[in-house]
């Protein structure tokens, strides 16, 4: 060895994380030119690589930067460093091509990125090449998983692959000081993907370039386009014109549920909606998600400028800004709000290809921006909210998924874990090494395409991640969707554990996992419907638990679904089943409740009989069917035209509440909940629930929108107030509040209220849906403690 190696060592780094499509090469070759450092650095399945020489202050000075400040995109999950021997003394310090082999992935896929600053001005320049590109992006910016097919994360593994760079581009590719070094979707007018239109299905004769002021004309004109975005098509139209609207909804089948609304920029926002400093922070943040918001009115309640059915009858707007260069060269050249839904057939995935907007909604659109860069991976939009200054994500997409964890469990027992999500809401977790990874949002299991979805999105993680479970997790339902999948595949591969979680308990433990925590917790598990232990439908579970069982501690009383499902579309079933525990049928046919007179009397007269004899019924528990109940007996629904409609009602009816404005000619009592004890757990009366809140409305007539409001408000505080009564008796254990019920912002704002008063440590469900979008995780949290432990029940096939 010569005096110069003599004066060196030699240190390999592989880190692991998110740290391919993030700029985090090019950070390594200036940081180690900073500090004079020789050596390599490399991307492969595992990670990066990197290779070090040089004397140990800079060495540790490197690791020490790297540590602390690494890109803005990236996150570090794993930084291992070894000593080696120096076999030949290197000269300079030297990014090395990628290489790709069969072993199973470590490294996280990065979710897609929104335009960064340097991007869009480079787009309004006109002396810059990329002058009113839509497809300009950096290493800082751009498509991630939308696009990629394979790990690592490299051009000719992603749909990039077609496109030769021009000299420009692959110049700035292969400069290592240029923004744009190994930015794999990086392209320009002369050499990226190129926009077309199609006007009534027909493919129009003009350039990319005339493109986007076509788009703009037909907008203005009020008509109806598919827009292909980063993930999939949007529908649009113009958000300001009611007629443009009215026609999306008609041609879309969707009548009530609200439409996400994008705005040019945040000047624009504020004039339709109101939001705390977080708020409008989470609005503009690098994720771009559809944020909700609280519906800046006027005094007829309506919001400036909008269409008023692009959020009919509630207080809130979901508003979202440009988050590619396409968006914001169409807003830009509108200068109005569009509204920006999904496209896609109601219940089905949303479509990533023309073939499909052609197949499915020939008849729903006007003209198609289509362009020939593929979708890979289908990834829909984020919606998130911001309740008692914390961010709920509500759905889990492009900007956040896939969303990887580290489990931070000992490794050495730990499978390929594949958890396969519920029925609706769906997504799927994986674990392998010390990597939890939760999908984006699947959807509604509920037809043949969603299915095949769910599957395609199975052989996408699959085959990124060279994934092959040896254990799999499934909703205790036999029936759902992902249940049978999950029980067919075990069937076909040997070897292959399957266990079962009970729904509810899965909810809870979702949001253990987004702590990594695994002790006991008192968990309030409220949602729509789940299949409990004893088969009835459970939905208003208290429990404690901890990662390996759960012991129920109460819930609200059960009352019967006349004729099942049925009871959901139509949910004046649910109230008159709650009434006929309490009330003569006399008595309710003389109720004031126009769901009720509107049944004929032959109609009311054979669902009591089918109550009395118990004849397709089915037992229920859950609190989301109460609010259904409520907003039936309100007169704010007669049918649940979409999930969550009666609990949006509800909300923004209470929103409208004030103490000073009761009905003059009653005084009107509280509601409380009444709780009994059976069998040593809390059951909370909801039949008493209702026969407090049908006696003030048959004594305060008539029942105007002040009474409304008083009713939705007391109702959410009755709820809140269980809670913390219940809450208050374990202080030991920190509090979690999951199921889709707590996506209602009053509600939750008053648990975590009295959690603070009482200062009960209350765990945040962070960036997991409290929704069914994140019951897989808690499934894969439940899957992976109990093979620690050597639960883990073998299935028998």
């Known amino acids: 060895m010569n005096q110069k190696s003599a004066l060196l060592i030699q240190k390999q780094i592989t880190v692991e994380g998110i740290v391919q499509g993030v700029g985090f090469r090019p950070y390594v070759f200036r940081l180690a030119n900073r500090l004079k450092l020789k050596g390599t650095v490399l991307n492969d399945s595992r990670g990066v690589e990197i290779v070090l020489q040089g004397s140990m202050e800079q060495i540790d000075a490197f690791i020490f930067e790297l540590q602390n400040a690494p890109p803005p995109l990236a996150r570090i999950d794993e930084l291992i460093c070894i000593a080696q021997d120096i076999i030949e003394v290197l000269e300079q310090f030297s990014i090395l091509k990628s290489e790709a082999n069969d072993i199973q992935a470590i490294v996280a ?22 002058y009113h590109y839509p497809f300009t992006n950096c290493t800082n910016c751009g498509p991630r998983y939308t696009i990629i097919n394979q790990l690592p994360y490299d051009r000719h593994l992603t749909s990039m692959a077609t496109f030769s760079m021009c000299d420009d581009c692959a110049k700035a590719y292969h400069d290592p000081l240029d923004r744009r070094y190994h930015a794999q979707p990086v392209s320009c007018p002369a050499c990226g993907p190129q926009l077309r239109l199609y006007i009534d299905n027909q493919l129009v004769d003009c350039s990319p370039q005339h493109v986007i002021k076509a788009t703009v004309d037909l907008l203005a004109q009020g008509k109806i386009i598919a827009l292909k975005g980063l993930g999939g098509f949007h529908l649009i139209c113009d958000a300001t014109n009611e007629q443009a609207v009215a026609t999306l909804r008609q041609r879309k089948h969707r009548p009530a549920k609200p439409l996400a609304v994008m705005v040019p920029n945040i000047s624009q926002a504020k004039q339709f909606a109101t939001g705390t400093s977080l708020e409008w922070q989470v609005l503009t943040s690098a994720e771009k998600p559809i944020t909700l918001l609280n519906k800046l009115t006027l005094d007829k309640g309506e919001t400036p400028f909008l269409a008023a059915s692009v959020a009919p009858g509630i207080d809130r707007i979901g508003l979202f800004l440009p988050y590619t260069p396409l968006h914001h060269l169409i807003l830009e050249a509108f200068n109005k709000p569009i509204v920006a839904t999904s496209a896609n057939r109601s219940g089905e995935p949303i479509i990533g290809d023309i073939a499909g907007i052609f197949a499915c909604l020939a008849d729903v659109v006007d003209a198609i921006v289509d362009h020939n860069r593929p979708i890979a991976n289908a990834c829909d939009d984020s919606v998130v909210q911001v309740i008692h200054n914390q961010l709920q994500v509500i759905r889990l997409a492009r900007g956040f998924a896939p969303l990887t964890l580290s489990h931070g469990l000992t490794t050495s027992n730990i499978k390929p874990t594949l958890a ?20 984006p949002h699947i959807g509604d299991l509920f037809s043949i395409e969603a299915d095949q979805y769910f599957k395609d999105n199975l052989a996408t993680f699959k085959r990124l991640y060279q994934f092959s479970p ?17 029980k067919q595949f075990v069937q076909h591969h040997h070897g292959v554990n399957l266990v079962s979680i009970q729904h509810h308990y899965a909810h809870i433990m979702a949001v253990m996992a987004a702590n990594q925590y695994q002790h006991k917790v008192i968990g309030f598990s409220f949602d729509g419907t789940g299949l409990g232990e004893d088969d009835a439908l459970w939905g208003s579970e208290v429990m404690l638990a901890d990662t390996s069982q759960f012991t129920t501690l109460g819930h609200f009383s059960s009352f019967k679904l006349i004729g099942g499902e049925q009871a959901i579309k139509q949910p004046v079933r649910i109230l008159l089943s709650l009434l006929f525990e309490t009330c003569s049928l006399e008595y309710i046919k003389t109720l004031p409740i126009k769901a009720i007179k509107q049944l004929s009397e032959s109609t009311l007269n054979n669902l009591h009989k089918l109550w009395l004899s118990n004849h397709h019924c089915i037992p229920c528990r859950s609190v989301g069917r109460l609010f259904d109940a409520l907003a039936v007996a309100l007169e704010l629904i007669d049918t649940n035209q979409f999930e969550g409609q009666a609990g949006m009602m509800i909300e923004s009816q209470a929103a409208k509440m004030d103490l000073n404005d009761q009905n003059p000619s009653i005084d009107l009592p509280d509601l409380s909940i009444t709780p009994q004890y059976v069998d040593n757990k809390i059951v909370w009366q909801s039949q008493l629930l209702f026969s407090q809140i049908i006696n003030i409305i048959s ?16 109702f959410i505080e009755a709820i809140a107030e269980a809670v913390n009564d219940v809450a208050q008796g374990y202080p030991q254990y920190p509090l979690v509040l999951a199921g889709g019920v707590f996506q209602n912002k009053r509600l939750l704002h008053r648990c975590l209220t009295n959690a603070e008063t009482n200062q009960h440590q209350v765990l945040p469900s962070q960036y997991v849906p409290v929704n069914d979008g994140g019951i897989a995780l808690g499934q894969l949290w439940y899957g992976l403690n109990n093979q620690q432990n050597e639960n883990l029940v073998t299935n028998s096939h």
């Open 109 to 130: 896929v990065s979710a897609d990125k929104s335009t960064c600053q340097d991007c869009l001005d480079e787009i309004n320049s006109p002396a810059n090449r990329h």
């Open 420 to 439: 396969v999500g519920a029925q609706q809401k769906n997504t799927i977790a994986l674990a392998f090494n010390r990597n939890m990874i939760l999908s």
């Open 470 to 486: 040896r254990a799999i997790v499934s909703d205790h339902h036999p029936d759902y969707s992902p249940s049978i999948w999950a």
């Open 699 to 714: 004594q305060a007539k008539p029942l105007n929108d002040s009474l409304r409001s008083y009713l939705c408000h007391q």
